[in-house]
């Protein structure tokens, strides 16, 4: 019996560990065969739809190996709410993804591991809903390296 409550407590502690460190979320691949990431992590999230909290960032770390060279990266966002369909225009210094690489720097390579981070404001203004939000990354081309579709809902700041 000591033995069961052990490994029930040591399942549990792993379980933490694994929340805290910050496991991948579900998403779903993006239309046209676009690569999808190895991975995608968001902040405070770990079951879609995730909260995008007005009046803060939405932070998503995405893993992905790069199909092909590219000199440079940019995000496109876009995102559907109540049947439309509109681009979502980050800031210029978000959008510019090589300022994003944790791990890696532009120009990057064919078969690069790579992780970036896409920190995305959630203005005060945006109406509570929810949404589907498409992340793509591309070159200059606009060919897409890594792009997803997560669940999401926009919600009110938390009561401090």
Do not use: H
Request: glycine fraction near 6%; hydrophobic fraction near 50%.
């Amino acid at each position: 019996m000591a033995c069961l409550k052990l490994f029930s407590v040591v399942g549990l502690v792993v379980l933490a560990a694994t929340n805290a460190i910050g496991a991948g979320v579900a998403t779903r691949a993006c239309s046209g065969g676009r690569p999808a990431p190895t991975e995608v992590r968001v902040e405070g999230c770990t079951v879609p739809p995730c909260d995008l909290v007005r009046g803060s960032d939405a932070i998503m770390d995405m893993d992905f190996t790069a199909p092909f060279a590219a000199a440079n990266l940019r995000t496109q966002v876009v995102a559907t709410a109540l049947g439309v369909t509109a681009p979502f225009e980050l800031p210029a210094d978000r959008a510019a993804a090589c300022n994003w690489l944790l791990n890696a720097q532009c120009p990057v390579s064919a078969n690069e591991d790579i992780t970036y981070r896409l920190s995305m404001p959630v203005l005060l203004v945006y109406p509570r809903v929810s949404l589907t939000v498409e992340i793509n990354l591309v070159d200059d081309a606009g060919q897409s390296l890594a792009c997803f579709e997560l669940d999401a809902r926009v919600v009110s700041g938390r009561a401090a």
